[in-house]
């Protein structure tokens, strides 16, 4: 099966700061979304985004499905950002296949 | 408001007590399916639903069964819980299935389940 991939697993960063979180797959897929999972265990839904770019705040993504990546930006970081980001891949299956998870604290 | 409900939200059981975990979405969506999650396995499918009458296994099916009678509803059942089934439940829909060319899947807010 396609394999998903993310990277960094774990990222510690000061409140204001940014980051870039990178997902990787193994093989073509009809869409991509990422998720916020917060402290209390809600998936949120951050952006379907199978390709090109998507802005939501300080949030952004983009996807080139050509290069089999995905990469979720998070600007202006606050301590609320903190959680577990997902990126979920769907290749036609009846699933989602989720990546491992990036674990991000963000620190006051 | 468009949503995925999830009842309850935390259960505490002990083994063999059967139980239901009810899913409900209020946005017409044909596919609906439930996911478990553990600690280093990440989140698994359970079953799946593609429309009404319409069900089939994920990929950790054995323990729980489902039903779809009606469109915006598709419970969980646990006929005989063990503690191999303590995890994180969640279920999800989308406005069609996964197979016709993928849509957006919206989940609930989870379930926490704990089997003594």
């Known amino acids: ?73 998070i600007s202006s970081s606050q301590t609320t950002d903190s959680g577990v980001y997902f990126c979920a891949v769907d290749t036609g299956r009846r699933a989602l296949t989720f990546g491992s998870g990036t674990r991000l604290q963000v620190q006051p | ?33 439930w996911y478990r999650q553990d600690p280093g396995l990440g989140l698994r499918q ?23 009678k009606e469109k915006r509803n598709f419970p969980l059942i646990l006929e005989s819980p063990s503690p191999n089934q303590t995890s994180l439940y969640f279920c999800a829909s989308s406005l069609s299935p996964a197979t016709s060319g993928g849509n957006e899947q919206f989940f609930g807010p989870g379930t926490r389940l704990t089997v003594l």
Not at chain 1, 9 to 38: K, M, Y
Not at chain 1, 43 to 56: D, R
Not at chain 2, 52 to 62: M, Q
């Open chain 2, 46 to 68: 359970i079953y799946y639903s593609m429309n009404v009458e319409v069900t089939d296994k994920g990929d950790v099916p054995e323990g729980y069964k489902v039903s779809r």
């Open chain 1, 1 to 73: 099966g396609i394999q998903v991939e993310q990277s960094p697993p774990d990222l510690i960063l000061q409140e204001g700061a940014n980051s870039t979180l990178r997902c990787n797959f193994s093989d073509s897929v009809n869409n991509l979304q990422w998720f916020h999972q917060n402290p209390w265990g809600q998936l949120i839904n951050l952006f379907y985004i199978p390709s090109g770019t998507k802005q939501n705040g300080r949030l952004s993504a983009t996807t080139v499905a050509t290069e089999r990546y995905s990469l979720l930006y």
């Open chain 2, 1 to 33: 408001e468009a949503q995925v409900t999830q009842n309850p939200r935390y259960l505490i059981t002990v083994t063999g007590k059967k139980l239901t975990v009810t899913c409900s979405q209020n946005m017409n969506h044909e596919y609906m399916s």
